[in-house]
């Protein structure tokens, strides 16, 4: 089978790498295309994926909707040449529309309710299915297949992913000190207009608080203010999840690694004033999350929070006790795939076979 995929965030490189790897060693061939973003194209390299580059994009909304075009005709030309059986992405419209040009199927995963009114107008009606999370709250019809899981197991599931203790040398540190991530996203993606995380005062009083107590990394998308550059993580980026593991907190605004964190057992505060995700609600039901919607009293929490000596025992009982009946969902898009079409219908029909990916 010939498969072309599509990447546009550096959280969708982790998401299929492992597919990749097992999907070649049975024989099927990829296209990778990715959106140029220096650690997208590290990360590529890093794992031995080979890519092509389809350009930068843009910011702006309009900016979004001319590079739509330029990228469905760079993606339409590579299709053209590779001739893929199957398209795959995590809801890129572009792979989408290019599968709907030459009627082949485009499986989209997603795992963010909040993108639907997006993407039902660019990604679903060219889509053949969606996959999602179990938890995901909105109902997309009969395309729709769900696991029970969420999107970070597909690279943290412990079948492909343990912690590195040899992190505390990247960072600097002696083994064992306790250290806090703080995480800023740069608010340019087309879900994040109009919305906004923490201030310049927000974070600094944090990073007050934090420092007398644990060693501060921050991780930021965009340009750090001068005040807080002492405070910036100098690690390959292929080693924010050994990071993430061995954290004592996880604080920021990004909601895929305050998933990550919850995840891998490290409790986080996530400070995003967009509507709280499926996967990061059932992570707050786990009390392994908290959400604010604003940065109102996240300052006074962390406070308090800092003084608890059992969190990070705590948060890994709660992580166990979330994950216990999760499959693997590498495995389970694997099968999904490699049967398809006939795994659609398996799974309206039978939706607990994918049981049979517990691990």
């Known amino acids: 089978m010939k498969i072309l995929i599509d990447i546009g965030h550096p959280a969708h490189v982790h998401y299929f790498r492992n597919f990749i790897k097992i999907m070649e060693s049975r024989g099927h061939k990829f296209k990778v295309i990715a959106r140029k973003r220096e650690i997208i194209f590290e990360l590529l390299s890093h794992y031995g994926i080979k890519f092509h580059n389809r350009g930068r994009g843009s910011d702006s909304f309009i900016g979004k909707i001319v590079y739509m075009f330029f990228a469905d005709i760079l993606i339409f030309i590579k299709a053209l040449r590779f001739k893929p059986d199957l398209f795959l992405s995590f809801s890129s419209p572009y792979a989408a529309q290019v599968s709907y040009l030459f009627r082949k199927p485009h499986i989209a995963l997603n795992d963010t309710e909040h993108t639907d009114k997006t993407h039902s107008k660019f990604t679903y009606p060219f889509s053949a299915n969606l996959i999602t999370p179990k938890s995901y709250t909105n109902d997309i019809g009969e395309k729709h297949i769900r696991f029970n899981n969420i999107i970070e197991s597909l690279y943290l599931h412990k079948t492909y992913f343990q912690p590195d203790k040899d ?37 600094e009083e944090l990073i007050s608080i934090l420092k007398v107590k644990f060693k501060v990394f921050i991780s930021s998308e965009g340009k750090l203010e001068e005040s807080l550059k002492q405070y910036q993580i100098k690690i390959p980026p292929y080693k924010m999840h050994d990071v993430l593991a061995n954290a004592s907190l996880f604080i920021g605004e990004s909601g895929t690694m305050a998933s990550e964190s919850a995840v891998l057992g490290t409790y986080a505060v996530y400070i995003n004033s967009l509507p709280l995700m499926c996967y990061l609600r059932l992570e707050q039901e786990n009390n392994l999350l908290k959400h604010f919607s604003s940065t109102e009293d996240v300052v006074e929490y962390v406070r308090n929070l800092i003084q608890r000596n059992d969190l990070k025992e705590e948060a890994l009982k709660n992580r166990d006790m979330m994950t ?13 795939i490699e049967n398809y079409p006939e795994s659609v219908k398996f799974m309206k029909d039978n939706p607990d076979y994918q049981n049979k990916f517990k691990i």
């Open 167 to 203: 992190i505390y040398k990247f960072l600097g540190i002696k083994e064992n000190e306790e250290y806090v991530i703080l995480r800023f996203v740069s608010w340019n993606a087309h879900h994040d207009f109009g919305q906004q995380g923490l201030s310049k005062k927000d974070k």
């Open 324 to 336: 216990k009946d999760f499959i693997d969902p590498t495995a389970f898009l694997i099968w999904f």
